[in-house]
């Protein structure tokens, strides 16, 4: 079933400035004609329709410190935080602004801490600073520092002679508001990726994601198998995780309840602390919001908002069917890992279950990518880092949107080549197939891509 949206778009053929598709657009892809009223991949019925208006309100709602008066039970963040809505990082729905150059990190770049080995569970954070790294703070307490990033050119020639460059970051945590951070302490830098799209992910069976890889199904504790994210329990049944660059978050509720906790300092049913640690006595002394602070009502609309986000199509129609650009695709490798279907199982109202492709160009596993993308520890020690395959659905419509866009884990590259250039490990065979590539093959490729 097509949104509204997509059949009025597509009945009438053009809309201003959207290309018509020659082509019906993948399952839960919908042109998206305002930025601010994002389109769902179903229709909702208006029960639902007002859930997702109070869950698109709570992601854009600004946090106001516990006790502020009016508040209406949205106060209570911090007191130590990186930023005070959701919407900040994720500006509706889409992808966070990443860094343009040498500098402090922007909000939508944070430092989460780990404590090796990952994959970890909540309590493997730094000890002192917690499983984010909070820049801001409220009044009376101490931020925990600024992240400044630091570039380093590289310069290489793709196989046909002509010239790339790379900007290979590292990252300092100066104005430490805590003494030092644990020696073994992972810094992982990570942008908000975008949460379009995320409740179709969430529908994909787990079966089609592990494969038939022997012992991987059962509920019995099997070996985790290398490339799977790791496997946690809840509610006594093992999921898979899907969520974030690593896959480290199960659900968008896993995701959320983490993020109010963490990144914003908000409790909620789920995860009834934030993220002050015994070391930082001044956060744990300040007042809260109430217990939780985010109410189970407020918490299931931003959830159910999030789940119901259709996927943004291309502005640019693929010229010609875009066929050599797909071709190559296929050829050079990147459909192992980016690969272009999944299957996906909605519940309908009445209970059905309701079968669809998706076309996200990811496999939801974990890939090793080479240790020019791997993280640091805070000695300086480079550790293994494996990453999830990034889903490539609604690539055109951020280059069309973002007047800077960025890409990768950390927003390193600064275009969609360089994303790719930036390839090693387990994909360096694709990345060097793309090298050798002849210029209009390499543009063909990437005009593609720009069509997803
Ligand atoms: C300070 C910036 C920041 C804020 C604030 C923030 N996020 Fe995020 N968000 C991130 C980053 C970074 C990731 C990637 C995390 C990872 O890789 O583990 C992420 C990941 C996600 C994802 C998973 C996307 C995917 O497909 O992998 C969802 C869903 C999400 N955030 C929802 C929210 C919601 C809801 C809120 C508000 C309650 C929120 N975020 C607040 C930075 C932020
Ligand atoms: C071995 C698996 C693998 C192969 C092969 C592979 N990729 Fe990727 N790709 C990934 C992973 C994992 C990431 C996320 C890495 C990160 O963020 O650090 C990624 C990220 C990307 C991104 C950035 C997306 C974003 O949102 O930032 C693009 C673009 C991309 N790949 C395109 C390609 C193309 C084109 C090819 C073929 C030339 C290819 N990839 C081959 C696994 C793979």
Known sequence: MRGIAGLAALALGLAPG??????????????????????????????????????????NTHWVPAGTPHAERRDGVGPLFNVDS???????????????????????????????PVPRTETRCDPVYGCVFNPVALRGVRPEGQVVIHYREIVGRYSDGSRWTL???????????YGPLAPQTIIEPRLAPAIFGDGLLEAVP?????????????????????????????????????????????????????????????????ITRDDCTAAETACLEQPNGGSPEVSDTLLDAAVDFQSWLAVPASPQAPAGGGGEG???????????????????????????????TIEPYTDLRLHDLGMALADRNV???????????????GLGYRL????????????????????????????RGAQRRFERLQASQRQALLLWLGTL
């Open 326 to 356: 797909r071709a190559l695709f296929v050829e050079l490798g990147c459909a192992a890992c980016h690969r272009p279907q999944l299957p996906v199982e909605l519940r309908a109202a009445n209970g059905d279950l309701i079968r669809h």
């Open 206 to 270: 787990i079966s089609a994601i592990v494969g038939g890889a022997p012992g991987t199904t059962g509920s019995t504790g099997a070996q985790q198998p290398l490339g799977l994210p790791a496997w946690q329990w809840r509610h006594g049944a093992r999921v898979l995780g899907r969520f974030g660059w690593q896959g480290s978050a199960v659900s968008i509720r896993d995701q959320t309840t983490r993020a109010f906790a963490h990144e914003m300092g908000l409790t909620s049913s789920v």
């Open 18 to 59: 959207i290309a018509a598709w020659a082509e019906p657009l993948p399952f839960g892809v919908e042109p998206f004609i305002h930025h601010r009223d994002p389109p769902f991949f179903r229709a909702l019925d208006d029960a639902e329709r007002a859930r997702a208006e109070l869950g698109h309100e709570v992601l």
């Open 86 to 116: 959701c919407d900040e990082c994720h500006n509706e729905a889409a992808h966070g602004r990443g860094p343009m150059g040498d500098g402090l990190a922007p909000f939508a770049l944070e430092i989460h801490l780990a404590e090796p």
């Open 167 to 177: 900007r290979a970051p590292s990252y300092d945590l100066v104005d430490l508001g």
């Open 400 to 427: 069309k949107r973002e007047s800077s866009p960025t890409f990768l884990h950390d927003g390193r590259a600064r275009s969609v080549a360089e994303a790719i250039l930036w390839h090693g490990g387990e994909a």
């Open 379 to 393: 000695a300086g020690v480079k550790v293994q880092t494996r990453w999830r395959t990034a889903p490539l659905w």
